[in-house]
């Protein structure tokens, strides 16, 4: 069965701080996809990134970084110096290789607080 | 920059009332998804369209609900009769392929 766990429900920040979000996923395809989106209280699911079962090279974007490590099953997001426009619900997913279809976590609160 | 769009994006209802929403995928996309977003959840497919052909509707309610994207462009989600249980975010997603999924605003369903 595919699944995607996000152990932490609310993260709670002062800005500048680092953030580490974590999604552990479970699946038994050999080729899928996993994504991150920020869904902001407006509730549109903004996409942030994409990483394929094959590339595990870790990935930095500005002050967000991501580490994807197979061999924990684990896709991480990391936020240096956080700001609070970061303040949203973070979402982790699963994609199917052969469908497409995805599976998402139940969501990261991150607060950051001026 | 093209954009999924959603109407209505917010519905207030009844319980035992017909609801529809409309989707608009981004031009090109052949792939649209309904997906439903339960206050404090992550988002749940409740139907796959690959142009106008269904793909997967497995988690799709169909004794009450309903999909169809007939000229395999624009989509439309039916609920009858909506039931207390149905008040959620239904979001609409488009994808040039089976990869990356963008996301309209949603419509944010209240049944009352």
């Known amino acids: 069965a595919q699944k995607v766990t996000q152990a932490q429900t609310e993260i709670s920040v002062v800005e500048k701080e680092d953030v580490t979000l974590d999604c552990v996923y479970e699946?038994?395809?050999?080729?899928?996809?996993l994504f991150w989106y920020k869904q902001p209280p407006s509730g549109e699911l903004v996409f942030l990134i994409r990483?394929?079962?094959?590339?595990?090279q870790n990935e930095i974007s500005g002050r967000y970084s991501w580490n994807f490590q197979k061999s924990t099953s684990s896709f991480n997001f990391t936020i240096t110096a956080s700001q609070v426009v970061d303040s949203a619900v973070y979402f982790c997913?699963?994609?199917?290789?052969?469908?497409?279809?995805?599976?998402f976590g139940q969501g990261t609160t991150l607060q950051v607080k001026p | 920059e093209a954009e999924v769009a959603q109407s209505p994006r917010y519905k207030i209802t009844e319980k035992s009332q017909a609801v529809a929403f409309w989707c608009d995928p981004i031009?090109?996309?052949?792939?649209l998804y309904w997906y439903r977003q339960i206050l404090g959840q992550g988002p749940e497919l409740l139907v796959q369209?690959?142009?106008?052909?269904?793909?997967?509707d497995s988690q799709l309610p169909k004794d009450r609900f309903s999909a169809e994207r007939l000229k395999g462009v624009d989509s439309t989600l039916k609920i009858q009769p909506a039931e207390l249980g149905d008040s959620a975010m239904y979001l609409c997603?488009?994808?040039?392929?089976?990869?990356?999924?963008?996301f309209g605003p949603g419509t944010r369903l209240t049944v009352l």
């Open positions: 997603a488009s994808s040039p392929s089976w990869d990356t999924q963008y």
């Open positions: 699946t038994r395809d050999t080729t899928y996809y």
């Open positions: 990483r394929n079962s094959f590339d595990e």
């Open positions: 997913a699963l994609g199917s290789g052969n469908t497409g279809k995805l599976i």
């Open positions: 031009s090109g996309h052949a792939t």
């Open positions: 369209f690959q142009d106008e052909s269904v793909v997967d």
